[in-house]
């Protein structure tokens, strides 16, 4: 069992940063692959990015690829998730997730999902 926190949300200007974080509870951290997802009203849940049990193979949804970056410390058994040159469009629920894979884009391979962090992008 894993259980997850999130952290970091909050309201930014658009161009601005913001850093999350989210928390694992356990000691198998490192045995599972860490992603994050987002959901903004009225849409689906989607796919932001996953990283490997060693932090290795970072993998991004296009919409986020060169302005996000995916991290993990399993010393700390925490994720994080960077972004910069944040867009009203990135203005979600931002919610992480633990599973057994390598990493995926797959939102229904994950086991484990926090409650989530509220990112609100300004124009």
């Known amino acids: 069992q894993v259980q997850l926190v999130e952290s970091g949300g909050g309201l930014v200007q658009a161009g601005g940063s913001l850093r999350l974080s989210c928390a694992a509870s356990?000691?198998?951290?490192?045995?599972?692959?860490m992603g994050w997802f987002r959901q903004a009203p009225g849409k689906e849940r989607e796919f932001v990015a996953a990283?490997?049990?060693?932090?290795?193979?970072?993998y991004y949804a296009d919409s986020v690829k060169g302005r996000f970056t995916i991290s993990r410390d399993n010393a700390k058994n925490t994720v994080y998730l960077q972004m910069n040159s944040l867009k009203p469009e990135d203005t979600a629920i931002y919610y992480c997730?633990?599973?057994?894979?390598?990493?995926?884009?797959?939102?229904?391979?994950?086991?484990?999902w926090g409650q989530g962090t509220q990112v609100t992008v300004s124009s």
């Open positions: 990283v490997s049990r060693s932090g290795g193979s970072p």
């Open positions: 997730a633990a599973g057994k894979v390598y990493t995926s884009a797959g939102r229904d391979l994950y086991d484990y």
């Open positions: 356990g000691r198998t951290f490192s045995s599972y692959g």
